[in-house]
């Protein structure tokens, strides 16, 4: 089992920052790579991000490529998502999840691959 519970979320004018951070706890010596999802209302769930647990590979969404960043942090087993140049259609509940599976090509990025899932932050982005 792993437990993940992640803050930083808010409200944000277009064009600002916010970090969210996931912290993980567990069997986390078990986990594989962490990632990042976010669900706008009416929308299918949507990859964000994704970083190997040593941290030595990183996967970003094209939507975000250029203004998000994902970093971990190995001593306190959390995981960040440094958001900037946010725009209203960034507007979601993000989500972090952490799989146990390698997968073929590199990071996972698809929901199925997760094997454990956060409660979700809000993250809100005015025009």
């Known amino acids: 089992q792993v437990q993940l519970v992640e803050s930083g979320g808010g409200f944000v004018q277009a064009g600002g920052s916010l970090r969210l951070s996931c912290v993980a706890s567990?069997?986390?010596?078990?986990?594989?790579?962490m990632g990042w999802f976010r669900q706008a209302p009416g929308k299918e769930r949507e990859f964000v991000a994704a970083?190997?647990?040593?941290?030595?590979?990183?996967y970003y969404a094209d939507s975000v490529k250029g203004r998000f960043t994902i970093s971990r942090d190995n001593a306190k087993n959390t995981v960040h998502l440094q958001m900037n140049s946010l725009k209203p259609e960034d507007t979601a509940n993000y989500y972090c999840?952490?799989?146990?599976?390698?997968?073929?090509?590199?990071?996972?990025?698809?929901?199925?691959?997760?094997?454990?899932w956060g409660q979700g932050t809000q993250v809100t982005v005015s025009s």
């Open positions: 999840a952490a799989s146990f599976r390698p997968v073929v090509g590199g990071l996972p990025r698809r929901g199925y691959e997760y094997d454990y």
């Open positions: 567990g069997r986390t010596f078990r986990v594989y790579a």
């Open positions: 970083i190997s647990w040593s941290g030595g590979s990183v």
